[in-house]
């Protein structure tokens, strides 16, 4: 993880996927996964570190989109920014826009 999580701000949380994988994503349903690296956008107003200790658990409680690729996935780590409204959303589609 780099950067200064404090208790709040935007992330971006990397993984590995080893091989590839169907998962079924609540209502999104099946998703096929293939190997490689993939990253998750999210922010935390609260509670940065604990987000981020939560998404490097492979078993909890699903309730975000990155749960389901916690189970098949290895976390790699995380970038963060300071909170900031709509950050989130530039920062998913900066990454989009780099492929």
């Not at 956008?41 to 699903?62: E, Q, V, Y």
């Not at 790699?76 to 492929?99: H, K, M, S, Y």
Request: aromatic content about 10%; glycine content about 12%.
């Amino acid at each position: 993880m780099t950067g200064s999580p404090g208790d709040s701000g935007v992330y971006l949380f990397t993984f590995d996927v080893p091989r590839e994988v169907v998962v079924t994503v609540g209502a999104l349903g099946a998703v096929r996964l293939t190997p490689g690296r993939y990253g998750y956008a999210g922010s935390a107003r609260r509670g940065l570190a604990a987000r981020l200790a939560r998404h490097a658990r492979r078993r909890k409680p699903r309730r975000w989109h990155i749960d389901y690729l916690a189970e098949v996935a290895w976390p790699v780590g995380a970038l963060t920014w300071p909170w900031r409204e709509g950050r989130e959303c530039r920062l998913a589609r900066a990454v989009v826009a780099i492929g």
